[in-house]
């Protein structure tokens, strides 16, 4: 069967919303304006973890036909735990009250009157934010039509006038990079990548686009993986030219204005140049829609796994539950989820990658039933001992051992382990074969 060129774009552009979030439109232009005029290397390392690793984590999730199976090759006890970890942190506990507070506080709190309670302004904001979450996602069939045909759109429409406007009358200088961006801007363009969150939420969305395409007629697994494929190459086209426009703007306004801490202020600095007051208009509708989609990517794809693993509460009641839980934890302040999604980011994203790259090779590997536990296991246990590194909490001693590793520091040490369990898986599978 095949798909029409209409709902082939509508699943395409759904899956851009779904991925472009908070974090897309902040990072790209704060890389611009630090990596000035190493901004190219430093953009080609953001777009392999940005783009390149999503959209494969999207096939792979397709092909496995879910998460949860595609874990299970590492084994089944680390299948639930992994799956559960990665839908909590990517979805209440983390992802969604991320999604629906940056809005808030990068595009509307600093334009609110100097007495203005904004802990009351970010209430009210985020309970209309989440009604309309709640309203989009409690009809799921409805998903593509209403992302596909508006949400998209619009959100394109005024990113691409936000960057025609500066092209044509934002000031422009373009400054030396910061001292993070002059030794391997590319490695910190790679690292920056992972702040997106988009090759965790592929592991997640993967399962949300193969069920769309099922629902279009789609019954042969071979035609769902092979539109999949072909929405995930549009969607990262797409995702590509975004994340250039608003490097882009970053990079050439890097001499222009100091240093902020994100790209929000970086983006509101631009866009007062161009518009003044209406700006923030500008600036909160494109910060809304973008996180809208996102949210409610998650609140489905979050709700429909849940639904399908405790099947006594029906997906209406998941989705009811996580909006109610991601809104508590929305209003803990952005401050808050922050301080918390770096560590977390640097221990599950090494994994997510290595689960990925392992999946795509599959086929030439499928013999070895010790590559993918012995694998996974030994890139947790250093991605871990990474993250609890930078956050100060780690023994003196294995600190001093692990910065050892080639490129430890850089965030790279789980290459080496990896590369060294592969091998050793090898070496054990020769010795002792197990039958799969």
Request: aromatic share 12%; hydrophobic share 55%.
């Amino acid at each position: 069967m095949k798909l029409s060129r209409r709902n082939m774009l509508l699943i395409s552009f759904m899956l851009f919303s779904l991925f472009f979030g908070a974090g897309n439109l902040i990072f790209p232009p704060f890389l611009g304006q630090n990596a000035g005029i190493n901004t190219i290397p430093a953009m080609i390392g953001f777009l392999a973890t940005a783009v390149i690793l999503p959209i494969l984590g999207v096939i792979v999730v397709a092909q496995s036909d879910g998460l949860d199976k595609l874990a299970s090759r590492v084994g089944h006890k680390f299948s639930l735990i992994f799956t559960v970890l990665i839908y909590l942190s990517i979805g209440p506990g983390l992802g969604i009250p991320r999604a629906a507070s940056v809005p808030f506080e990068m595009a509307v709190a600093p334009y609110l009157p100097e007495d203005a309670n904004r802990v009351l302004f970010m209430l009210l904001y985020s309970l209309v934010f989440f009604i309309i979450a709640l309203w989009l996602c409690l009809n799921p069939g409805k998903l593509v039509q209403r992302i596909g045909r508006f949400l998209t759109p619009s959100l394109l429409i005024l990113l691409v006038f936000l960057f025609i406007s500066f092209v044509l009358n934002g000031e422009t200088s373009i400054a030396s990079p910061q001292h993070a961006y002059q030794g391997a801007p590319l490695l910190k363009g790679f690292c920056e990548g992972y702040q997106t969150m988009d090759t965790i939420a592929a592991l997640n969305f993967g399962l949300v686009i193969a069920t769309t395409l099922r629902s279009f007629g789609l019954e042969k697994e071979k035609d769902v993986v092979r539109y999949t494929v072909r929405a995930g190459i549009f969607a990262g086209t797409i995702l590509s030219l975004v994340y250039l426009m608003l490097t882009y703007m970053g990079a050439m306004s890097s001499g222009i204005y100091s240093i902020g801490e994100n790209g929000a202020w970086t983006l509101r600095q631009i866009v007062a140049q161009l518009f003044g007051e209406f700006g923030a208009v500008i600036l909160a509708a494109i910060f809304t829609l973008a996180c809208l989609t996102t949210c409610v990517g998650l609140i489905n794809s979050i709700s429909q796994f849940f639904s399908t693993l405790f099947e006594k509460v029906s997906y209406r009641k998941w989705v009811l539950l996580i909006v109610t839980f991601s809104f508590i934890i929305c209003n803990q302040g952005l401050t808050t989820i922050l301080s918390i999604s770096s560590p977390i980011l640097d221990a599950i994203y090494p994994i997510s990658i290595m689960l990925i790259l392992l999946s795509l090779v599959h086929r030439y590997i499928a013999s070895n039933a010790y590559i993918y536990p012995i694998t996974i296991t030994g890139v947790a246990v250093i991605s871990i001992i990474y993250a609890l590194d930078r956050i100060h909490i780690l023994p003196t001693i294995v600190s001093t051992a692990a910065h050892h590793l080639p490129f430890f520091s850089l965030g790279f040490g789980w290459v080496c382990i990896a590369l060294i369990m592969i091998l050793l898986s090898y070496i054990i599978n020769a010795i002792h074969p197990i039958q799969n």
